[in-house]
């Protein structure tokens, strides 16, 4: 039996991938050019790679954040009960936090402040501990030696404190954003594992706050040691017209994905040396960026949209099995990822084009409170859908709104508004249920039940 690896590169979309992962649409056998994502953010994104089904099925949102309504049976795993699912994530959304780990036999967490996850979360002791100064340090020696992990978790201390200190420094921070780390516990499984595994891994190195990292290419980019995008409100910098600026954050997302293009290369000869089964990899991300690159200038992916720059994502496949068509220029979406990963452990690359491209997201992934509170402009905080024909989006959300947009094959990530006009009711038919229907169904906000860490984590982020 054939192990399987899905490699999701976090907030990458498809331009810049094309620009800036030369190696892997190289390696590739199989790329899909036209890959659309279902959702435009983490949560109901990654549930939608799973299921195959869209945020109003399988009910992940930005009104209901957990994965706890997702059975494993519901998600293409449940096709494959040979397979023991291994997994390694970045990705807070996409992890034990918010219910991802149910899905898999391991899951391993990884973040800036656990590096090893198996020793002390320092973000956690750090909230946990009432200590101050010298105190607090010897709290966390004291801790950290008792600890069933003592040299991870001084790891762990050690790793936070010298990432502190250089983020003072006009110098690029000691270690990666977690690529190295989830490469290392991904390989860690796979070495114990005798089955037939699905890995999965979330690369977090190409999502914001963007800065200077160990391994970075310094010449696909001139901004200065000293600048990071953790201290700049870019929002203000759009409204100031500061090219530079939003310049410099383009240039080091590009250099992120340059070099996780490096790393990803190298990680899937690795993952083949140490099995004996063949291994096909499936790389994707789960959403694109903003970066505002139009006339709207829009930035990020916190507001309801659905602009190209979110949905338009890499989709390549490296050691494909049976016979295939190497390009695939069709417009195919993730709700198809299922049917393909599924195929391909039946030793064969199936036909995935010709399916209906949807997409929809339901609500503002930002703060849940300042939803529940109505504190997000009703246009940021939309049930909103789109529907893929030829050439061209439709665009429309449950207030009534809605546009046409123009397509061109051979500008990826691109879109120009063609009409207002639209019959949205006609649209609407594409889907299992009417919008207004799951707009009235998913205004309730289920408060997030997550420890004071993970909370920093998501407001590191810019999520809280």
């Known amino acids: 039996m054939r192990n399987i690896v899905l490699l999701c590169l976090d907030t990458v979309r498809k331009d810049f991938f094309d620009e800036y992962a030369p190696r892997l649409v190289d ?3 199989v790329v899909y050019d036209g890959c659309r994502a279902a959702s435009s953010w983490s949560a109901p ?3 939608s790679m799973f299921t195959g089904q869209l945020p109003s099925e399988h009910g992940v949102h930005a009104f209901q954040r957990d994965f706890s309504v997702v059975d494993r049976d519901d998600t293409f795993l449940g096709e494959l009960p040979d397979y023991r699912a291994l997994g390694a994530s970045a990705n807070v959304w996409a992890g034990s936090s918010f219910g991802f780990d149910t899905l898999f036999d391991s899951l391993s967490d990884v973040s800036p402040d656990q590096r090893f996850p198996e020793g002390i979360d320092v973000a956690r002791f750090g909230q946990e501990t009432e200590a101050a100064g010298l105190a607090r340090h010897l709290s966390f020696l004291r801790s950290a030696l008792a600890h069933d992990y003592p040299l991870k978790s001084l790891a762990n201390g050690a790793a936070v404190q010298l990432d502190r200190t250089f983020q003072r420094l006009p110098l690029p921070k000691p270690f990666d954003d977690g690529a190295s780390l989830l490469e290392r516990e991904l390989m860690t499984q796979i070495e114990s594992s005798t089955e037939p595994f699905f890995g999965f891994v979330n690369f977090m190195d190409a999502h914001g706050p963007v800065h200077h990292a160990r391994g970075y290419d310094r010449s696909l980019h001139d901004a200065p040691l000293s600048w ?11 409204q100031t017209g500061d090219e530079q600026t939003l ?6 997302y590009g250099t992120a994905i340059d070099y996780l293009d490096r790393r990803v290369v190298d990680f899937v000869d690795r993952i083949q040396r140490v099995t004996d089964r063949k291994t096909t990899v499936v790389v994707t991300a789960d959403h694109g960026n903003d970066l505002a690159l139009t006339d709207e200038r829009y930035w990020g992916h916190t507001a309801t949209r659905l602009t190209e720059a979110l949905l338009h994502v890499p989709l390549v496949v ?7 068509e190497a390009r695939q220029t069709e417009c ?3 709700l198809s990822l299922p049917a393909l990963l599924v195929g391909i452990a039946n030793e064969e690359v ?10 929809e997201r339901i609500g503002n992934s930002g703060p849940p409170g300042k ?10 905080n939309m049930v909103i859908r789109a529907l893929y024909g030829e050439g061209e989006k439709y665009v429309w959300d449950h207030h009534g709104s809605g546009a046409t947009y123009r397509l061109d094959p051979d500008r990826p990530s691109w879109e120009t508004k063609a009409s207002a006009d639209l019959d949205v009711d006609q649209l609407d038919a594409a889907f299992e249920t009417d919008i207004e229907t799951i707009a009235k169904q998913t205004r309730s906000t289920d408060p997030l039940d997550i420890d004071n860490g993970t909370a920093d984590r998501l407001r590191e982020l810019g999520y809280l």
Not at 318 to 324: D, I, S, V
Not at 350 to 358: A, C, F, L, N, S
């Open 27 to 29: 390696r590739a056998d």
């Open 45 to 47: 994104s990654h549930a």
């Open 228 to 238: 990071t995008a953790r201290t700049v409100d870019l929002n203000e910098r759009i």
């Open 247 to 252: 310049g410099w954050y383009r240039d080091l």
């Open 318 to 324: 490296l050691n494909a099995p049976g016979e295939y």
């Open 332 to 334: 195919v979406s993730h």
């Open 350 to 359: 199936p036909d995935i084009t010709g399916e209906m491209v949807r997409a």
């Open 371 to 380: 939803l529940e509170a109505g504190d997000v402009p009703p246009e940021e």
